[in-house]
């Protein structure tokens, strides 16, 4: 499920993207439009960014004779829940979740140095409030106590 760590996908969009809302760029990223979302009841729609390693792998699932409509994964929410919960248990994880990988990016992106705002952009989030609740741990271990008293 790197496509939905990478687009910070919830598992409605997940389920709902199409072959014809991926392409690849000339780099070997790809490009995932996710046509509506909780947080664009309207449908304006968003592009994202999807690595080069992750669409290769979705490329690599397309069947030779792909109708545009299709969907590329195939899986209902509640499918795509069971599937993370299911892979993540054989690592060894528990109470993995969908949200989960949203939220851990969103975590991620703050850790490498990441804004708000930004991730705010790239999680689509309509609040910033939601995104400094996701990342409020890392923020405080890159405080300016951290940062200038400690060297952190």
Do not use: N
Request: proline share 3%.
């Amino acid at each position: 499920m790197e496509c939905m760590s990478d687009a910070l996908l919830r598992r409605s969009e997940a389920s709902a993207v199409r072959w014809a809302d991926f392409e690849r760029a000339e780099d070997g990223s790809g490009r995932l439009t996710v046509r509506r979302s909780k947080s664009d009841q309207e449908g304006r729609g968003a592009v994202l960014y999807i690595g080069i390693e992750t669409a290769k792998a979705i490329a690599a699932i397309r069947p030779d004779a792909t109708d545009q409509d299709a969907p590329i994964f195939g899986l209902s929410p509640s499918q795509i829940h069971r599937v993370i919960r299911k892979r993540a248990a054989a690592a060894g994880i528990e109470d993995a979740s969908s949200h989960g990988l949203r939220v851990g990016t969103a975590q991620e992106l703050a850790i490498a140095g990441a804004g708000t705002a930004a991730i705010q952009q790239s999680g689509r989030w309509a609040d910033p409030k939601m995104v400094a609740r996701y990342t409020a741990k890392i923020a405080a271990g890159q405080s300016a106590v951290a940062r200038y008293r400690y060297g952190r």
